[in-house]
């Protein structure tokens, strides 16, 4: 069931290879199984709702996410997952394994990390920071690994009474907001005795989909040039100023913007122009995104940009150094995974939102000057491959994409209308909102667990999808090397002056009853007119 290597011969020749020797069960059985999941998840929300507040009160950016991964890793241990931690490099990343024998391998993955300057009190509805200008969870990221485990334990307790042979992983999507994980965790094999990924990441939908998703890839670069400092009044002549060459290198690429497809997109930020003014900067960094639908277009961008920048350092004097902090293929979902999952969407349905639910998203809609339609009632069709390349934002889920059969569980605990990446994303993520949107997913992700668990052969058939249609003309090609290492050096100035003041605002569960009850916040706070 694997992508074709050795095993090419028997593919070809139409031989299941599944080889589990698992019991078989009758639709009616399966689907009995699957109603008693949805069951334990429901009769454990009120585990997934501290879970999902805990993390939302950590508030970690990439690669600093420290208390949430102790936290995280500590109930899947006190659950019997083996963890690995420190995976790929990353002192936060880890590997969680638990094994009832022979069966397919199912890795369920979600991110973890925030996002700068999003601090925000949950449930109020205009912009209210709990640390100014401290980071918060203007994603939503909070709630994929709950909800991930919620469905995992529910699947466990029925894989171990009935003896249905399988593995469950759980691992984390570490700095995705830098795109920078996911790669390195393919590049060193993590996947490769995984059956299939089923990712979640929060929406304001319940959804699925499979094909190419629309949106873009990236290489994620930091272009640094050395040059000498000099007193800028008393001896400029002297000096060979690197922020003259990344100010160059900037200027060369924005005249290069002109000439790119529309379906392009390119965004920097210097991280680095020099100490004070008096001083020639002797160095400089100027970080890009480089984003295309396509591999090729993403790699040429980046070719085009470093070529630019060897153009900046000749005509400044100064030396030219580059890395790769972060990649994310173009995204890629699988049609069996999905269709499986689609059906259980179908059966789980929406979250029945109450009058203060629908209060919060419209008061915040309004804030946001968005429509004021409130949160989704209907639920939204299964999402097919875009019939025409759209660009758009990028996720590392990509690359996992390409080198085994993965689907994204979009799950609704976030509002509509919202510009992402942004405080007011925050608002719903520590609310009965996320707490439903939560519960509704887990329902769905444990029981398309359940079906690949006791269909093995729906297991042979998101291989041959995989083979045969995703990868029969493109390949994955790493955009990293053996000798990229991961940046785990980024956030951590940021972490370290924001986590202090943070940890005073830590949800203590065994006190309060919510996030909302510990900050006490009344559901819901809105403007009055």
């Known amino acids: 069931m694997k992508k074709i290597t050795g095993i090419s011969l028997a593919l070809l020749l139409g031989i299941s290879i599944a080889g589990y020797s698992q019991k078989k069960y009758s639709p009616k059985q399966i689907e009995a199984l699957k109603a008693e999941a949805a069951e334990i998840v429901q009769a454990n929300h009120k585990q997934s709702q501290v879970m999902v507040d805990k993390v939302f009160s950590f508030a970690e950016l990439g690669f600093q996410e420290i208390e949430s991964s102790k936290y995280l890793t500590g109930i ?29 391998v199912i890795a369920l993955g979600s991110d973890v ?14 912009h209210k920071p709990i640390v100014e200008g401290a980071p918060g969870h203007g994603e939503g990221h909070n709630s994929g690994i709950p909800l991930n485990i919620t469905a995992a334990l529910a699947v466990k307790q029925i894989m171990e009474r009935e003896n249905i042979g399988g593995t469950l992983i759980l691992w984390p999507g570490i700095a995705e907001e830098l795109v920078a994980a996911k790669a390195w965790y393919t590049r060193d094999g993590l996947f490769e005795e995984v ?6 990441h929060v929406a304001n939908n319940l959804a ?23 007193h800028a009044a008393g001896a400029p002549w002297r000096g060979k100023s690197a922020a003259d060459a990344v100010e160059l290198m900037n ?7 002109e000439h790119l497809h ?22 400089a960094s100027i970080w890009y995104y480089f984003r295309d639908v396509k591999y090729d277009g993403i790699m040429e961008m980046y070719q085009q940009a470093t070529n630019i920048a060897k153009g900046a ?8 150094t580059y890395k790769i902090l972060g990649t994310a293929w173009p995204r890629h979902f699988n049609k069996v995974i999905a269709e499986t999952m689609f059906e259980n969407i179908q059966k789980v349905g929406l979250p029945e939102w109450d009058e203060n639910d629908q209060t919060l998203a419209k008061a915040v809609q309004k804030e946001m000057g968005s429509e004021e339609r409130g949160l989704a009632t209907e639920l939204s069709e299964l999402g097919k491959p875009v019939e025409e390349l759209r660009s758009g934002g990028s996720d590392d889920i990509g690359d996992v994409s390409w080198v085994v059969p993965t689907v994204t569980l979009r799950f609704p605990s976030n509002i509509p209308g919202l510009p992402g990446h942004h405080w007011s994303n925050a608002i719903a993520m520590a609310t009965p909102i996320a707490h439903k949107g939560v519960t509704a997913g887990a329902k769905v992700e ?57 940890e005073k605002f830590y949800y203590d569960e065994t006190k309060y009853d919510t996030y909302l009850e510990q900050l006490g916040v009344t559901y819901p706070t809105i403007k009055k007119d």
């Open 76 to 104: 899947l241990e006190e659950n019997g997952f083996t963890i690995e931690k420190g995976i790929s490099g990353i002192p936060t990343a880890w590997w969680a394994v638990w094994s009832n024998g022979d069966g397919p």
């Open 113 to 126: 990390d925030d996002i700068p300057k999003a601090s925000q009190y949950p449930g109020v509805a205009y």
């Open 195 to 200: 059956d299939l990924c089923i990712f979640t």
């Open 208 to 230: 699925v989909s499979w094909g190419q998703a629309s949106g873009t890839g990236l290489i994620s670069v930091e272009y640094s040039f050395s040059g000498d400092a000099a």
């Open 251 to 257: 200027i060369g690429w924005n005249y290069k913007r």
């Open 262 to 283: 529309p379906l392009k997109r390119s965004h920097s930020v210097i991280t680095d122009g020099g100490d004070q003014p008096n001083v020639v900067p002797s160095k």
């Open 313 to 320: 350092a000749l005509m400044t004097d100064t030396e030219m």
């Open 446 to 502: 444990a029981m398309t667990i359940l079906d690949f668990l006791l269909q093995p052969e729906l297991v042979d058939q998101a291989w041959d999808y995989f083979n045969n249609v995703q990868t029969k003309e493109e390949q994955y090609k790493p955009m990293i090397t053996k000798d990229d290492a991961p940046p785990i050096y980024l956030n951590s100035e940021i972490m370290k002056k924001f986590r202090p003041e943070l």
